[in-house]
């Protein structure tokens, strides 16, 4: 960089001494105008490289410093961790094979599979099955049976019944396939209701959650909004000050009343006084 200056420095004083001396000369060389400008135009131009070089060496300066801030950083950040390191070291360890039992996924699925019949979804609320039609299907069936004017007991009633009278006892009728639908209704309640892991949206917009979102949609800040406990507080408090106000409020007309009194009633002794008869006059 010193060697370029040095040479623009010695362009630009040789092509000065030219024109200086074709002046002189009452000779002017435009030619060595023209080497003037051409040499201050280099030197322009080696000062702006001058600028931007100054600039860089401040820019590597500030990067430096920032390196140094970051090193010393790094290095209080590695001193902190060997320091929790030794002290986790010295925690003392806990056996803990003798209490852990590894549960393989076959063991969870099948567990998940025997609780799945037994387990409801918090949505769920059990529906009553009318007795009604219960009742009335047991009243129908203990009725006894009229043909030609004559009763004939239902089947199975007879106390002195033989087993090939009973009805006919086969695998269509055996559990939960003898059941009417009502009843299968009430005891498998849960198959026709929609298994819902989470909360519905009505659900949500009802509670606490809902009613913060609400108060974000109207620009309210629901960490300023008051609780109700805090609301009752606060309103006690003001209507202390209300009371306090009031009671100072009357004090003060106390007070207004009791001056204008005795103003008048200095008033009145002062009126009396000239009124007293003076049989000298």
Do not use: C
């Not at 129908?140 to 004017?149: D, L, M, R, S």
């Amino acid at each position: 960089m010193l060697s370029q200056f040095q040479a623009s420095y010695r362009r630009m004083d040789q092509s000065l001494q030219r024109l200086t001396d074709s002046i002189a000369a009452y000779n002017p060389s435009t030619a060595a105008a023209d080497e003037l400008v051409a040499a201050d135009d280099a030197l322009n131009e080696d000062l702006a490289t001058l600028i931007q070089h100054q600039r860089n060496v401040l820019r590597i300066e500030e990067l430096k410093r920032i390196a140094q801030d970051n090193d010393d950083r790094i290095k209080s950040h590695f001193r902190a961790v060997a320091e929790l390191r030794k002290e986790l070291a010295a925690i003392p360890s806990m056996n803990t094979n003798a209490s852990a039992r590894s549960v393989s996924i076959d063991e969870l699925l099948s567990y998940a599979r025997f609780i799945s019949p037994t387990t409801l979804p918090p949505t769920f609320r059990k529906q009553d099955v009318p007795a009604q039609s219960l009742s009335q299907t047991a009243a129908a069936e203990t009725q006894p049976h009229i043909a030609n004017g004559i009763a004939t007991p239902p089947l199975g009633t007879h106390d002195d019944a033989q087993p090939g009278n009973t009805a006919l006892i086969n695998g269509s009728n055996i559990g939960t396939r003898g059941l009417k639908e009502e009843e299968k209704a009430w005891l498998d309640s849960v198959a026709s209701l929609p298994f819902l892991p989470w909360p519905e949206q009505p659900t949500i917009a009802n509670g606490a959650l809902g009613q913060i979102q609400l108060m974000l949609e109207h620009g309210k800040d629901p960490a300023t909004v008051l609780s109700p406990a805090e609301r009752a507080a606060e309103e006690e408090r003001r209507r202390v000050e209300e009371e306090a106000e009031r009671a100072e409020e009357e004090e003060k007309r106390r007070r207004r009343v009791e001056m204008f009194d005795a103003a008048g009633g200095r008033k009145r002794d002062r009126e009396e006084e000239g009124d007293v008869f003076d049989p000298d006059a």
